[in-house]
């Protein structure tokens, strides 16, 4: 199923459009992921088959890279600090804020990612499956 999807950042000062196939969608718990977005967990949406396109805003863009991390990086406005759409070339294709998207995202979270990082006062009250860290 190939999808396209707008976002932009808190300000509307970056905008971006995404067009792939949604492959995952996850809450991940990992300390870095809460650390990042200030509470229990991220929610991302993994595209395969992407492309990304940045039609408003590209040169406020601004990368923070967590130097020991494989994968694990922030893009975000400059001007706001909200979190947008990156590619990421170890997985081949764009993870995506759940909470910068416009538009509805057209599948549900999948799992709970991480789960044995997560802090106690987070979030334990839903049915989807977790996983001590990325599943198979």
């Not at 870095?32 to 040169?59: E, M, P, Q, V, Y």
């Not at 998207?101 to 334990?124: G, H, M, N, T």
Request: charged residues 25%.
């Amino acid at each position: 199923m190939s999808v396209m999807l707008k976002g932009s950042c808190l300000c509307g000062a970056v905008k971006y459009e995404v067009s792939g196939d949604p492959q995952r969608f996850y809450h991940c718990h990992c300390s870095r992921c809460r650390k990042s977005s200030g509470t229990g967990h991220a929610t991302n949406l993994f595209i395969a088959n992407a492309d990304l396109l940045f039609t408003d805003g590209k040169s406020l863009l601004k990368q923070f890279k967590v130097p020991e991390a494989k994968r694990f990086t922030r893009q975000f406005c400059s001007h706001c600090g909200s979190q947008v759409a990156r590619y990421v070339p170890e997985i081949d294709g764009v993870v995506i804020p759940a909470g910068s998207l416009d538009d509805e995202i057209p599948i549900k979270p999948q799992a709970r990612i991480f789960w044995d990082s997560r802090a106690d006062w987070s979030c334990d009250g839903d049915t989807l499956p977790r996983h001590a860290e990325y599943p198979d």
